[in-house]
Structure formats: C-alpha cells, structure tokens
C-alpha cells in the first residue's frame, strides 16, 4: 500500500544486483539443473518496481494470467513480461514459496502485510494453488475468533450504524450463543 | 503493492450504502475512526486485499457456519459477501460433500444447522410398508422414524403419502442434491432427499405449498363421499394412488370385489 511505496522502491533500487543474485540461487534450490537457465528460456517477469526475474516455464504455467498473456502472443517470450501489481519483493516471496512445496508455517512466519501482498498478486497472477493456500490461512485467522478481535487483526473499521449492528447481531445472536472464543 | 484508488472499490462500497442500508446515517455516522467516514479506511494496510468481493468469498468459503454468520458482522463489505446464498449454501452442504440444496426455506434460521438431523429421506409408502419394514429397509431405529414423523402408532402410516426417513450414513448424502421442505408432519424443514433427487411435486405433506394442500382437501372431500369411507381410508387409497383420485377409487372398488369375492362383506 501506500505507505511502503517510496522508501522501499530506492532501497530496492539499490540493491538489484543482489536480488537478481539472490533469484538465480531460487532457482537452482528448487530446480538441481543450474544451467537450464540457457536451455529451457526461462520467460522474463519485470516487476513493478523494474527488477527482471527469470522464472521457469513451469513455474509460469501456474500464473494463468502470464502464461494466457503469452499464448495469445504467439508464445513470444523473448521482451519480459510486465507485472505492474507485484514488487519484486512479492514476486520473490511467491517463488521462494513455490521452492518450500508451498509449506504453511512458512506463512505464518511472515508479517500480515505481506501475506496480503502475496494474496493480492496471486490473486492478480491467478496462481489458483497459492491463493487457495493463502486464503485457507487467513480463514484459520479468522475461525473462533470475536468479531472485535477480526476487526482489530484486519484493521477493518466499524462502518455500521449502531442500529444497523443491533440488528444484524440480533438475527445472529445464534452464533455468539454459548461461543468461546480463543481470542 | 495494490491499487487502493480503484473504481472497482469505490463502486462496491456505493452499492453496499444504497442497497443494504437505505436509510441513512448523518447523525449516527460517528465510529471509532478519526475522519467521520463511514467507510473502511483507506489507511488500512490490508484494504485492498480485504476489499475485493473476489477474494472475501475465497477466504470466506474455508468458513464453517457458524463463522460465517460471525463475519457478517464485521462491517458491511463482509456482511454483504458473507449473507450471499451460494457462500450460505455452501457452508451448509460442506461437511457432507453435497451438491447442492435447492429451495427457500421460511425462515433464515433453517441454515443454523447442518448436522445429521436436518436431512431426511423422502420414502414414498407402497402397499406392505411398515414403519419396522422401514427401519430395516433404511438401517434406523423404528423410534427414530416416528419420532421424526410424529407417529403416535404405527398404524398411521396409512394415513401417509410418504415418511421421512432420518439418515444413518452420512455418505448417502455425498453428491446429492437436497430439497428444503416444511413437512406437515414432522413439523418443521427439513433437507429432503428424494430418489434420483426428483421431488414429487404432487405433494399434500409439503406446506411450503399451501394452495395445493387445501385443493388436495377438496379431493379429499369428494373421495371420502363417493366411496362412503372414512378421512383414514380415503387418505389410504388416495396415496397408494398417487394423489389420481380416479385410479384412487378404482383400487378401491378392486378390493371391494376381492372383498365380496372372499366372501368376507
């Protein structure tokens, strides 16, 4: 969001070379063939914030958005491909994700930001595996929990009336019945 | 990072102040944020992610129901994506792994509840049913089926166009398609199953159909009189004749021949 725009953009700016380092060592964990960087063209991502990641054709085949917007170009893979909604943070996140056989705790162990991040752009790269796991994680943030505790952790704001709550926690009085919740 | 400046945001939440909340707020549209917008904010980190329906129905269908319910009482984004029928629906038929349940029931409250109970297996009674012929046949208690019928003997069943059925292997549900049906019997709605998940529409022990429950009366009526029987027989003959009041009146008149012609009249 808004808030992490500036700041991040020149930190990351400053440290490309880094990531691009950092991209090509995913790709060697998760594939044991290091030079198929030559062999199979990997098809070319820019993120956002202009860093160019090589990823797997596998790996793009599970981004339907990227892998629809290719065949409709006639399989032209060689100008990279723009992802205006994904920083390359995200985009890093996704493949390191991807290297960990999609391992839930891994999630757990990243901040609420980025987990929405993540959800955002697997929603806009239509990766259906990533965003049912993503989703499936949040629904467990939000079983058995009080409605105060879900707007809290969401930082969702209150928007009824407060006729408006009255009423709706009438017709639902049922489900807070007897309910402990593990806040 | 998102777009928080989408039109497609902007609309949802125009849509959501007109349709669900008519009236309007001015004097109470004091929350708990700093601005007096009643909006979620678009200094919330998760706004965008948290305000797209798409992805509030895909976090939403992990939900049990009771969750469910729980989350429309979020904010109004929440309440209108989760009171949707297709996510109630599906919270409903999830643990069974059903297909589908069709029909509105009257009240709301009818999807609290998803355990065994609500369902029931629409049996349609042919000559030589018993209720304990039943019980075998369906692998349930006989106290079961008149309980769920409200059976004070077991020799009303005549009296029946069909029993329901409580279910004793929840895999029978798998794939099916239920129907929501106030039984007049049993008093209240119930997920019905039917066979090849056709409902018998001809029906007088749905009151969801109220008109047709009063035209079956006058049936009926006319039934009882022109066979000189009783409301218990007509009943009988009127059912093992699938609601055909002539085909109802010619068994009967075949068993008063088998009658006579056995010598007991």
């Known amino acids: ?183 | 990072m998102g777009c928080c400046c989408d039109e497609d945001d902007g609309d949802i939440f125009r849509h959501l102040m007109n349709s669900n909340f008519p009236s309007s707020s001015s004097t109470s549209a004091t929350t708990t944020t700093t601005s007096s917008c009643t909006v979620i904010s678009p200094m919330n980190s998760y706004f965008s992610a948290l305000s797209s329906t798409d992805i509030l129905r895909l976090i939403f269908d992990n939900l049990p129901i009771p969750d469910l319910a729980r989350a429309s009482c979020v904010c109004r984004l929440w309440n209108s994506v989760a009171s949707q029928r297709d996510m109630v629906t599906r919270a409903f038929v999830a643990p069974w792994k059903l297909n589908d349940v069709v029909g509105n029931p009257l009240s709301g409250s009818f999807w609290r509840d998803n355990s065994l109970a609500k369902f029931a297996v629409s049996h349609h009674i042919t000559r030589g049913d018993t209720v304990a012929s039943l019980a075998v046949k369906y692998s349930v208690q006989v106290m079961d089926i008149k309980r769920l019928n409200n059976m004070m003997s077991d020799h009303g069943i005549y009296s029946r166009e069909r029993l329901l059925i409580p279910i004793s292997n929840p895999d029978i549900l798998i794939n099916r398609t239920c129907f929501i049906e106030l039984d007049v019997y049993a008093k209240r709605e119930v997920a019905v199953l039917y066979p090849n998940d056709l409902p018998d529409r001809r029906t007088a022990y749905v009151s969801n159909r109220i008109s047709s429950e009063e035209s079956n009366k006058k049936v009926l009526e006319s039934l009882k009189r022109s066979m000189h029987v009783d409301n218990e027989t007509a009943q009988y003959y009127w059912s093992v004749a699938n609601g055909d009041p002539r085909a109802a009146f010619a068994q009967f008149s075949a068993d008063l021949k088998w009658d006579w012609q056995a010598g007991h009249s």
């Open chain 1, 1 to 183: 969001m808004g808030e992490k725009g500036e700041s991040s953009k020149s930190a990351m700016l400053k440290h490309a070379e880094e990531e691009e380092l950092n991209t090509k060592r995913l790709k060697t964990v998760e594939g044991e063939e290091s030079n198929m960087v030559e062999e199979t063209e990997n098809i070319k991502l820019k993120t956002s914030d202009e860093i160019i990641f090589e990823v797997e054709p596998s790996i793009v085949k599970e981004m339907v958005t990227i892998q629809t917007f290719i065949e409709d170009n006639n399989n032209e893979t060689s100008i990279p491909i723009p992802l205006p909604n994904v920083t390359s943070n995200t985009l890093r996140r996704i493949l390191e994700f991807k290297a960990r056989g999609f391992d839930e705790e891994f999630v757990k162990t990243l901040g609420m930001d980025e987990v929405f991040e993540l959800i955002l752009a697997a929603n806009y790269l239509n990766m259906k595996t990533l965003l049912d796991i993503l989703t499936k994680i949040i629904a467990d943030f939000i079983k058995n929990k009080s409605v105060e505790f879900v707007r809290k952790f969401f930082n969702i704001v209150n928007d009824f009336t407060p006729e408006e709550e009255a009423k709706i926690r009438e017709e639902n009085a049922w489900a807070f019945e007897g309910f402990e919740c593990d806040d």
